[in-house]
């Protein structure tokens, strides 16, 4: 039985990384040149790793879904990327943001991987500086800073309101330079649609080209999987429309244990839903919530009111107004964690003071803020947000106050790395937001680029070569062997039997209504009764799906049913274990609220005792239960507190 | 809403292609373009394209949905194309297909849709296009030759304010290419300036100027796009507002390098 080895070396904190990278093996620049590597992704991730595993002399092969490795979805980040420069004199520090990450995700994270982020933080602002990443700066010519949501210091660099846009340019470029040197080859809209593994060691892919149908095969001696997060689960979210999570999947079902599948990241600022003819949802920034403030009305017919659109926002008064934010966590205020400011939202909005004609939004208002520095001043900061803001809804947010509500936007969730962010299948890594490691129950603000880039460009490319240090006598994987054919047939014969339903329902419409499914029983907060609930209409739907789902045309052609039809028959089988797994947490963290685990007041109640762990599962066939291995959570170095942002 | 939308229609890159129309119905203005899509989509799905195979389920290779690239749907990822009623994304400015509303239409109005029409980015299906050739120019020399653990201290390397804002004004291409299929010679040059100028405008990037204008104009030529004639025709239609300014930069970075070749 494959047993959980975390592989976190032993001494003080601050030695750990340091004493590590002394220890592993490395491979001779000779002995480079003959490994070969495949990265699946290109966001912040995997662009970065492919780009510095072909900058160190491996044959990389990276594989994207989309027309251009630059269209993967980290470019919709807007806000920044943490780091622990200090440049701000504030007391900032690598223990600091270290701290900030480990109680933001409610103490459900590895201590020694949580460090490890903060310690690579600086690198990362140095490199992407270095490869012209136009970074906000002041008049003297220095970097400047913002401040981001769970943080009390300003530590976030920036790009404008496209911070993830000009970081993945960045590692796009870097990548491109590679190709250049021919040491990495890009396979643009490719599909990963599952593993090879040989004598229980990750060999390679099967691809599907999605211009021309063809089942491709890809052998390497390592594989690398950077395919983002499986919040398209819900269907609307702030993802990407072709985000999915098959890859992960696909190695879940290879035997690589799934962490954490309930740890979901909602979005407080996003434009609210409108209508059910709406495909995604869109973020607007937390960095606005520096200078934004968060309010409902103080009196239901005001909420009334608005909700009929017989009255503006901006018609009620000071006095009149509920920053409740602000009345709840004064030392943090609008500035509070991602789950936090959530749940709050929902909280005023199911007490019926929600503002829009749903009754499902929140004012986010900059009056105040304009009032105090101009309009110019707000403008330079977020205008290009305003801009969007008013292309979406029709409405000037330097007039009006923005409406927003919390949306699916992250899963903390993923496949369960160790320390080297190697699997439970060997030769098999994880890196970025789809592996579980850094954020625990909830991510810190602008940790996502960060770490995203933290393991590409200086952690996996060092962990990577104490496996490959092994393979060097090994010869290029056959791709004729017996391993390859049979996982070809498995998805040949899996798009047979979707074209084969000839059913009448769209794959859309059967994704909506998982999707209401998972928001309904599965989101912001959860009970026993609703996950039960939704695991059993899951199931449901999951089987009406296979026989009345409508998927036209052939394999071989250019095909975009057919993707969608593949990706959500797998959502149909994730959300299922993410229930589960929510279900087995009983206790509340981060953004996992049980509802039958809260204080008086209505914050989350963790249960320690019983749930310091990282539920683990692991696949053991179609229809056949998951069984749950657990990872203890060892807190060494920092004191396990209740995490409350309401104290002064 | 009501609108008649006629589409072009294209099997892949060899067949020979054809305009096709089709109606949408109860369309909310808020509901934005490629929603609207959507809904055609759903609409071709659950009647069967085909009038023989309405009532009798989908009937595989009847229904034919619209292919058409998109992802982000925020205006960011720049994969989402099309020309509608004639314009490069649509009836409105700076925006992407994506952040076009349907309330920038008109009620009952006929709307037309076609891919970007252009020989450097041949047809694949319908609407989507092949864009690898801007790939092929970043490649060339759109990057600055820095190694993973190379970089000095971040605030080592200053950067005037200004020439940060504008190399951020320049590094906003979402390269959708709407500047080559607006461009009545098909030229790529408001695209390879963006990235040339927003790098030379950086210390960091000055070391690499002379070899980095040369090597991705001379790809860009290489690759079929035509010259620019300074019609501003990409100015206009760029969904990012990227000033023509750039592209004199890249004039200068590429006259002064082969100056001194």
């Known amino acids: 039985m494959t047993k959980l080895v975390s592989h976190v070396p032993e001494g003080p904190l601050e030695q750990k990384w340091i004493s590590h990278k002394n220890n592993i093996r490395i491979v001779s620049p000779a002995n480079k040149r003959k490994l070969e590597i495949i990265v699946v992704g290109t966001g912040l991730g995997g662009a970065s790793a492919a780009a510095s595993l072909g900058e160190l002399g491996y044959n990389v092969k990276v ?51 949580v460090y490890r982020l903060a310690e690579v933080s600086n690198n990362i602002i140095d490199h992407c500086v270095a490869q012209g990443v136009p970074f906000g700066r002041d008049y003297s010519g220095l970097l400047d800073n913002r401040s981001f949501g769970g943080g009390q210091v300003s530590r976030t660099f920036y790009a404008r309101g496209q911070t993830g846009q000009q970081l993945l340019l960045g590692a796009y470029a870097a ?281 590409g460009y200086f952690i996996l490319p060092y962990t990577i070569g104490d496996y490959l240090a092994g393979k060097i006598l090994t010869p290029k994987t056959d791709i004729n062997h017996p391993a390859f054919a049979e996982a070809e047939k498995g998805i040949t014969d899996r798009i047979n039997k979707l074209f084969d339903v000839k059913g009448r329902r769209s794959v859309d419409s059967y994704h909506k209504e998982l999707g209401h499914i998972m928001w309904e029983y599965v989101g912001m907060t959860r009970n026993e009764e609703g996950l039960k609930k939704a695991i059993a209409q899951i199931r449901k739907l999951r089987k009406e799906y296979w026989e009345n789902v409508c998927v036209p045309g052939e394999n071989n052609e250019f095909n975009q049913e057919l993707e969608k039809a593949l990706r959500v028959a797998d959502f149909m089988e994730m959300g299922e274990l993410m229930a589960l797994d929510a279900l087995n947490r009983r206790e509340s963290c981060g953004g996992h609220f049980r509802e039958e685990m809260q204080t008086e007041d209505g914050e989350t109640k963790r249960d320690d005792e019983n749930f310091m762990y990282v539920s683990a599962w692991e696949f053991k066939g179609e229809d056949r239960e998951p069984v749950l291995h657990k990872e203890p959570l060892k807190f060494e170095f920092v004191k396990v507190a209740s995490r409350s942002y309401a104290k002064i | 809403m009501n609108f008649t939308l006629k589409i072009w229609r294209q099997k892949n890159a060899k067949s020979k292609g054809h305009f096709e129309t089709y109606k949408v119905q109860n369309i909310s203005p808020g509901t934005s373009f490629l929603e609207m899509l959507d809904i055609l989509n759903e609409q071709l799905i659950n009647e069967g394209a085909d009038p023989i195979a309405v009532n009798k389920g989908c009937k595989g290779k009847k229904v034919d949905p619209v292919a058409f690239d998109h992802d982000c749907r ?188």
Request: charged share 25%.
């Open chain 1, 175 to 455: 990548l491109n330079r590679q190709v250049t040197k021919e040491r990495v080859k890009t396979y643009p809209r490719h599909e990963m649609l599952d593993l090879v593994v040989i004598e229980g060691e990750a060999k390679g892919i099967i691809a599907r080209n999605l211009v021309t149908g063809k089942i491709e095969r890809f052998g390497a001696h390592a594989v690398v999987i950077a395919t983002g997060g499986y919040g398209n689960c819900y269907f609307l979210s702030t993802y990407a429309m072709t985000c999915n999570g098959s890859a992960i999947w696909q190695c879940y079902k290879k035997g690589a244990f799934f962490a954490n599948p309930s740890f979901t990241q909602i979005h407080p600022t996003c434009i609210p839903v409108e209508g059910d003819q709406q495909s995604k949802l869109t973020l607007m920034s937390e960095s606005l919530r520096n200078d934004g403030r968060i309010w409902v009305p103080k009196k239901i017919e005001d909420a009334k009111k608005l909700q009929a659109g017989e009255l503006k926002g901006s018609q009620i008064p000071e006095e009149d107004r509920d920053y409740y934010l602000e009345r709840r966590y004064p030392a943090f205020g609008n500035l509070v964690p991602r789950d936090v400011a959530s749940r709050a939202a929902k909280e005023r909005c199911d007490a019926g003071f929600g503002v829009n004609n749903t009754g499902r939004g929140v004012f986010l208002d900059f009056s105040t803020a304009i009032e105090r520095l101009g309009k110019e001043v707000i403008e330079a900061r977020y205008g290009n947000l305003f801009q969007m803001y008013e292309k979406i809804t029709d409405v000037n947010a330097y007039e009006e106050p923005m409406m927003i509500y919390p949306t699916i936007h992250y899963t903390m969730g993923g496949i369960w790395v160790d320390y080297n962010l190697q699997t439970t299948i060997p030769g098999l890594y994880a890196i970025g937001e789809a592996n579980f490691s850094d954020h625990g129950g909830n991510r810190l603000g602008a940790s996502a680029l960060m770490q995203g880039l933290a393991d």
């Open chain 2, 74 to 261: 925020e205006g960011i990822c720049g994969i989402c194309s099309l020309y509608i009623n004639g314009r490069a994304h649509g009836p409105d400015n700076e925006i992407t297909t994506c952040q076009l509303y349907m309330r920038k239409f008109k009620d009952g109005e006929t709307i037309t849709v076609e891919p970007w029409r252009t020989r450097g980015f041949p047809i694949l299906k319908d609407l989507v296009v092949d864009r690898g050739a801007f790939d092929k120019i970043l490649q060339a020399g759109g990057f600055i030759s820095v190694n993973a653990g190379n970089a000095p201290d971040a605030n080592a390397i200053l950067v005037q304010k200004e020439k940060a804002n504008e190399s951020m004004d320049a590094a906003a291409c979402v390269g959708c290419g709407a500047c080559v299929a607006t461009c009545k010679n098909g030229s790529a040059m408001l695209f390879v300036a963006s990235r040339v100028s927003s790098l030379a405008l950086l210390p960091q990037g000055k070391i690499e100027g002379a070899r980095r204008a040369k090597a991705m104009v001379a790809k860009m030529d290489e690759l079929g796009f035509g010259s620019c004639t300074n019609t501003r025709a990409c100015e206009l239609e760029c969904p990012k507002g990227i000033s023509i300014a750039h592209i004199a930069r890249l004039n200068r970075e590429f006259l002064s390098a082969k100056l001194k070749d």
């Open chain 1, 63 to 113: 594989f994207c879904i989309s027309d251009s490795p630059r269209r993967a979805h980290s470019i919709a980040a807007q806000g920044g990327i943490n780091a622990a420069k200090n440049y701000r004199n504030d007391n900032d520090s690598v223990y600091r943001l270290f701290h900030d990450t480990i109680k933001s995700g409610d103490y459900r994270s590895r201590e020694a991987n």
